[in-house]
């Protein structure tokens, strides 16, 4: 099974986020693991994202970055998807993935395939810098640097463990998918390629993908 996780902001969407310097690396990063993903070639990819609400959609599901002042259709005609899952989806545009999707929350019942691939979603601490939305937290670097490790190595135990309660007060808004992340792959092999680890707006970003069992 491939897992990979992206970053989650929508700023990464160059219609949201327009042409910042600063998020040029981690747009090519972005574009480089989704596009591996694709590439593979799955009979379905999988979304998982933090959400504010309970979710489970196919690829009829889309959404709108309207709420962002974009007029910006993604996905399936249907509006459902939250801003996450909503990246997530313009990414797979972008890709050119025309197939099977699921877009779930951390908590959904998932029963995954040996052929899906799976993208998680999710950004890091929004503390790491005064510029952050969550300002400087000196505890945020250490935090994501932890999850960095992790991505790494594939230790998918120190992904599944990462403290809920800190998460929280760093406002690591993908703390749920990456504790996921680290579930799904529990007691498996696992070949990692970590491509990026940046914090350019005061947010940790990763990219990148895991080859589990």
């Given amino acids: 099974m491939l897992l990979a996780v992206i970053p989650a902001a929508p700023a990464l969407v160059p219609a949201v986020g327009g042409r ?21 070639r799955p009979a379905r990819v999988v979304v998982v994202g933090a959400a504010a609400v309970s979710l489970d959609d196919d690829e009829t599901a889309g959404a ?21 899952h909503a990246v997530a989806a313009w990414w797979l ?6 197939g099977e999707r699921r877009y779930v929350d951390p908590g959904a019942e998932l029963s995954l395939e040996p052929d899906d691939v799976v993208l998680v979603v999710a950004d890091g ?7 952050a939305p969550g ?19 594939g230790d998918a135990a120190a992904l599944a463990g990462l403290d809920a309660g800190l998460a929280g007060e760093l406002m690591v808004g993908g703390i749920d998918a990456l504790r996921w992340m680290g579930r799904s792959a529990s007691g498996s092999s696992v070949t ?21 069992g």
Wanted: net charge negative.
């Fill in 64 to 84: 709108s970055f309207a709420p962002f002042g974009v007029d910006l259709l993604v996905g399936g005609r249907r509006l459902a998807l939250p801003p996450p």
């Fill in 20 to 40: 910042a310097a600063e998020l040029t690396d981690v747009r090519a990063a972005v574009q480089r693991v989704v596009t591996e993903l694709v590439t593979a």
């Fill in 135 to 153: 300002h400087l937290d000196p505890r945020a670097e250490g935090f994501d640097a932890v999850v960095t490790s992790a991505l790494t190595s």
């Fill in 93 to 98: 545009d972008d890709a050119g993935w025309t």
């Fill in 125 to 131: 601490s929004a503390r790491r810098s005064e510029r």
């Fill in 192 to 212: 990692a390629d970590l491509v990026l680890a940046d914090a350019p707006l005061g947010v940790g970003y990763w990219c990148a993908t895991w080859q589990v």
